[in-house]
């Protein structure tokens, strides 16, 4: 992001010694180390956000998608309709198997 070599740091430290001093240096450099930490955890943190929201919104895309592509509703109905079929098939041979036989004639 920055170009900041050895010889600007080096820079900003002899002027940072200059203005602040040597007594209040150490504290001022924990300081800054802080909440440079700080804003990366916040940056970090905002990234992860967002990257777990595309991420939610792809996957709500994509079970979209398959939902319009193969409707488990379709599959279960055709089910419903088979098994329907299958046992009116079963108590139609039931009830005739129930019924008595027709006597037969004495014709012969």
Sequence with gaps: MFD???LELFLVAVVALLVVGP??????ARTAGMWLGRGRRF???????IDRE????????ILEKQKQNNPLHEVVEDTKKSFGEI?????AAI?????????ASKDE
Excluded at 54 to 61: C, F, G, M, N, T
Excluded at 87 to 91: D, F, K, P
Excluded at 95 to 103: E, N, R, T, W, Y
């Design 23 to 28: 007594e209040r240096l150490p504290k001022l």
């Design 87 to 91: 046992r009116e098939q079963t108590e």
């Design 43 to 49: 940056i970090t943190s905002v990234k992860d956000d």
């Design 4 to 6: 900041v070599g050895m």
């Design 54 to 61: 595309i991420k939610a919104d792809e996957l709500r895309a």
């Design 95 to 103: 009830s005739v198997k129930d019924k008595p036989a027709a006597p």
